[in-house]
């Protein structure tokens, strides 16, 4: 008689089907939040408008700024999962490299993100404060009217690209208009790359939660 003197098998923990399902499904509430916050906002001043209309504009509008900062804040959590959800199919198909540019571009954008939130949260609540000084006031806004550089969202889509691109662990097509986007956020036509990331987003989304295997064309 033999005696099986070997340690029995673990069985490493995995991603359910469901969760497979629902995690990429987080697209979809990030780019609703995001349009909603940014709706919710409204018209904001540019970076040029002088102290005293910055005084009328926060006295009149800084609840709903306040808001919508709060629902951007909210779509960068949902934004976080959805990064995440793409890193777990890259992680299944790509290399390592490969995987770990999408998880690190995923956390560029989020932190942007969320700074983004944070400095409109702060003129939300603080641009109505007696002893706030406008030269302050107009500090704190030029933080939140002038945008970022992009390169964060170039990082994140130039991984996404390789990783459909290369090792096919998206379709195709979301790859190249991945990369169609990170070449965007390049020249002039930045804002219209962000707007358009957001419809991405969801067609990634809704991709993935039909599609849970990696590699799908």
Same mark, same amino acid.
């Given at each position: 008689m033999t005696v099986d003197n070997r340690e029995p098998r673990v069985e490493q923990p995995t991603v359910t089907g469901r969760t497979e399902r629902l995690l990429p499904l987080a697209g979809i509430a990030f780019a609703?939040?995001?349009? +909603?916050?940014?709706? *919710?906002? %409204? $018209?904001? &001043? $540019?970076?040029? *408008?002088? &102290?005293a209309a910055l005084a009328t504009f926060y006295a009149k509008h800084h609840d709903s700024v306040a808001?919508? #900062?709060?629902?951007?804040?909210?779509? *960068? /959590?949902?934004?976080?999962?959805? %990064? /995440? +959800? @793409?890193?777990?199919?890259a992680r299944c198909a790509a290399s390592p490299v490969i995987a770990a540019s999408v998880l690190l571009g995923t956390a560029m954008v989020a932190v942007e993100m969320m700074l983004s939130a944070d400095t409109y949260l702060n003129l939300g609540h603080v641009s109505t404060e007696s002893n706030l000084t406008p030269a302050a006031l107009q500090a @704190?806004? @030029?933080?939140?009217?002038?945008?970022?550089?992009? =390169? $964060?969202?170039?990082?994140?889509? /130039? =991984?996404? +690209? +390789?990783?459909?691109? =290369? #090792?096919? =662990?998206? &379709?195709?097509?979301?790859?190249?208009? #991945?990369? /169609?986007?990170?070449?965007?956020?390049?020249? &002039?036509?930045?804002?219209?790359?962000?707007?358009?990331?957001?419809?991405?987003a969801i067609a990634a989304a809704v991709t993935f939660a039909l599609r849970t295997r990696p590699g799908s064309r």
């Open positions: 609703v939040l995001s349009a +909603a916050g940014n709706l *919710t906002i %409204g $018209d904001f &001043p $540019d970076e040029s *408008t002088a &102290p808001l919508g #900062a709060t629902l951007l804040g909210y779509s *960068t /959590v949902f934004f976080a999962f959805f %990064g /995440v +959800a @793409i890193w777990w199919r @704190i806004h @030029i933080g939140g009217a002038v945008g970022g550089t992009g =390169a $964060d969202s170039v990082v994140f889509l /130039v =991984a996404v +690209a +390789a990783a459909g691109i =290369a #090792a096919r =662990a998206l &379709p195709r097509w979301l790859a190249w208009t #991945a990369l /169609v986007l990170a070449v965007m956020h390049l020249t &002039p036509l930045g804002f219209l790359a962000y707007l358009l990331f957001h419809l991405w």
